[in-house]
Structures are given as structure tokens and as C-alpha cells.
């Protein structure tokens, strides 16, 4: 594919980092760097370290690998950690092409905001779905760009709804990338099925757009995991994004982007220019670990945490269906940890939610947030993740409460 015009202005500027080229002739034999401005490592107070595991195993770190880990590396990440998630992505998507690369990044949000920043310029139109993860519309809409929102159904995006938008553009104005949380999404908890999955990927092939799969909640699926968009991507349309803040730690801040080499090699340039690379810490403790585990103990931890989850979601929907039926509707969660919740006879759910939920010592966050382009909305977005199946109960009872008040001071 030729990526030239989905390259925005300002990407299309970047050039590589004079001082980041220089790192990967740094272990040719006899060279002498008089060039990077790296820190001597004798100056550093850390020697080696270690960590425990829940299992009671504890894994060594090496004074060398300590000293890669505290030494700036390649933007790109680490290499062992990369060609391990190389292997891992194979393993598990079995891409139709062999020629893709990866960039690791400050957990998956950094490597996907770096994309948009490649991709978007202001006043282009994207294509998204509707509701949508907030964290990225909150990068998004500074950007200046225009929603064409796709709706969601109890199998995910609506194929039909993405076709009829588009026929809807002339050349120069259609938007060029679709971006989408396929599994478990967030706000809605529901999975794209592998028809309309294909479905889509067949529509962004007739109008030859780039898909953005935002995946983080792929391997907390509560069944099968479904086929992603980069296991069917033949043309090198696909952008995926996995992050390992569900599965490790969210404190590691480790995710990776995975798509055609033309397109992460722009995702690097940008970071040469800003982080310069993600935690060496935070990435040898994660390869280090993930070298314990191999490819199978990693996949067998997934299935054990996807597990959690979906008894999370179980008890949640018991103590939604004890509290709240014939007062509100909801999502049945397929994957990750979020319910989403139509209010019944509240037309515009913001300032319960914002403001008497949260006297009432309740948190959720109101359905407004997470649409594109501004709406009144009864929906409020509910994650089970952290609460215990008491605090879930007690804090679905006030909502209860509070929605009988509302009900009863309208009739009035």
C-alpha cells in the first residue's frame, strides 16, 4: 500500500532523531561514541534488582540487563521485549502478512495518540464508534477533527450504518480511518462479532481506509477470543494496539502498537522527538517475566484473568437485576470490565450522575462523555473491576434510590 495520504502535515515533517540514529551503531565492535549524550553508568545507584511473583517465585535481573534497563535504549523498545511480542502476535493473530513491526509504548494510549497525530489533521472527518472510549476523544477533538459516528448493537459495530456513511462522501472529504475498541469496549462491554468484523474490514478495503484496533480488553474475552482485524489483514490496512495494563499492571505503563512497517516506523520518529522511549525499568521487568512464563504460561495467566472478570461481571449483573430492573436497562458484558446502563424515564443522565450519585457517595461516569459528537443521553457507564460484590449491591441500591426520588419528583 502506498501510505502517502494518510500521513498528516505535521508527520509528514518528522525526520529522524541526528542522536537516536546513532544507537544502533553503538554495538558495532571497536566503535567509539564520542556522539549520545548518555550518562555514565557508573553513576547510577542501582546494581541489580529483583521481584517477587504471586506464585512465590522470585525473578533475577542481572547487573547487565539492569544496566540495559537504566541506560537509554531504541524508541522502538527493547529488543528482546520486542521480538518476544513479535513471536506472541504471530503466535496468536497469525497474520496473513509476515513484513509488520512494533513499537512499544508508555502502555497503548501513547502509541495510539502518536497514530492519530500521524494520521489526523484538522478538519479531516474519521469514522468511529458511537459511544466511544473517552480517553481518546479527549485527545481527539483538540485535534479539530470531525466524528462520523457508527453505532453500536448487541454485535458491535453496525456494518450497514459504516457503509451508508461512507457512500455519503465524495473523494476528497471521506474519512480515512475507522477507530474502534472491538473487544469488550469501552463503555459498553460488547464484542464485534467475527462476521461483522470481516464485514468492515471488506468496507474499509472498498474505500481504502486504515482501521485503528484499539484491543486492551482482547484477552480478558469471557469465551473464545474472537479473530481481530489484523488476523484477517492481507493489504496492510491495520493498526492494532495491546496493552498489558489488564493482563500485568497498569503502573508499568507497557503497551505496544503492531502494523505495517511504514507506519510504525512514523509512530517511532514521533517518539524520538518526545519520549525518546518507554521505561527501560518497566520493560525488563515485563520481558523478564514474560521469558519465564513463555508464550503459554503468558496465554494460561490471560484465560485466569479474563476468569476474574467474568465473575466480576457475573455478581455485578446479579445486583443489577436485584436493584435496578424496571428502573434501568443494560449490556451484557462479553469481555473487560465495563456495563453499560440506560436510565429509564431520565432523559439526560449528567447531572444525576455528576452530582447526586456522587452525594450519595456513588461513582460512575455519565453516558455524555463517551459520544462523539455532543447528545443528552440516559446512559451511565459502570465498572465492575475493583468493587466487592457487597460494594457493588450497596452502590446499586443508592442509585436505585436516587432514581425513585427522580421518577417521583417528576410526577409531581
Not at 489533521?121 to 473517552?134: F, H, M
Request: charge should be neutral; proline fraction near 6%.
Amino acid at each position: 500500500m502506498d501510505y502517502a495520504r494518510f500521513i498528516s502535515p505535521i508527520s509528514a515533517r518528522r525526520k529522524p532523531s541526528a542522536i537516536r540514529s546513532l544507537n544502533k551503531m553503538l554495538g558495532i565492535p571497536g566503535m567509539i561514541s564520542l556522539g549520545g549524550g548518555n550518562p555514565h553508568p557508573n553513576t547510577f545507584p542501582f546494581i541489580s534488582f529483583s521481584f517477587k511473583l504471586r506464585n512465590g517465585e522470585s525473578v533475577e535481573v542481572s547487573e547487565q540487563d539492569t544496566a540495559r534497563a537504566l541506560q537509554y535504549s531504541a524508541t522502538n523498545g527493547l529488543q528482546d521485549l520486542v521480538e518476544w511480542l513479535k513471536q506472541l502476535q504471530t503466535h496468536v493473530h497469525k497474520p496473513p502478512i509476515s513484513d509488520f513491526d512494533i513499537c512499544v509504548g508508555n502502555g497503548s494510549q501513547d502509541v495510539l495518540t502518536k497514530a492519530f497525530d500521524m494520521l489526523i489533521k484538522e478538519g479531516d472527518t474519521i469514522l468511529c464508534e458511537s459511544p466511544a472510549y473517552v480517553g481518546s476523544l479527549a485527545f481527539l477533538k483538540p485535534l479539530g477533527c470531525k466524528f462520523a459516528e457508527v453505532e453500536i448493537d448487541k454485535d458491535g459495530l453496525v456494518p450497514q450504518v459504516m457503509e451508508d456513511l461512507l457512500s455519503k462522501f465524495d473523494d476528497a472529504t471521506r474519512p480515512k480511518l475507522l477507530y474502534s475498541v472491538p473487544t469488550g469496549g469501552n463503555p459498553t462491554g460488547i464484542s464485534t462479532t467475527l462476521l461483522r468484523k470481516q464485514q468492515i474490514y471488506a468496507i474499509a478495503k472498498k474505500y481504502d481506509m486504515l482501521i485503528l484496533e484499539d484491543d486492551p480488553y482482547h484477552y480478558l474475552s469471557y469465551g473464545p477470543r474472537i479473530p481481530s482485524y489484523f488476523s484477517m489483514d492481507s493489504d496492510g490496512r491495520v493498526l492494532r494496539f495491546d496493552s498489558l495494563s489488564k493482563i500485568l499492571s497498569s503502573g508499568i505503563r507497557v503497551g505496544w502498537v503492531t502494523g505495517p512497517r511504514p507506519l510504525v516506523d512514523r509512530i517511532v520518529l514521533h517518539g524520538q522527538a518526545s519520549n525518546l522511549h518507554s521505561s527501560g525499568v518497566s520493560q525488563m521487568l515485563t520481558i523478564k517475566l514474560l521469558e519465564r512464563w513463555g508464550l503459554d504460561g503468558f496465554l494460561n495467566h490471560t484465560v485466569e484473568v479474563s476468569q476474574f472478570y467474568k465473575g466480576k461481571s457475573v455478581m455485578f449483573l446479579k445486583a443489577a437485576e436485584k436493584h435496578l430492573k424496571g428502573l434501568a436497562e443494560w449490556s451484557i458484558p462479553s469481555a473487560g470490565m465495563f456495563v453499560w446502563i440506560k436510565l429509564l424515564g431520565i432523559e439526560d443522565s449528567s447531572n444525576l450522575i455528576r452530582t447526586k450519585a456522587v452525594e450519595n457517595k456513588v461513582l460512575l461516569v455519565p453516558g455524555v462523555e463517551f459520544f462523539p459528537n455532543p447528545r443528552v443521553t440516559s446512559y451511565v457507564r459502570a465498572s465492575f473491576s475493583t468493587a466487592s460484590e457487597e460494594e457493588m449491591n450497596t452502590a446499586l441500591e443508592r442509585l436505585a434510590t436516587l432514581l425513585r426520588k427522580e421518577k417521583e419528583g417528576s410526577s409531581q
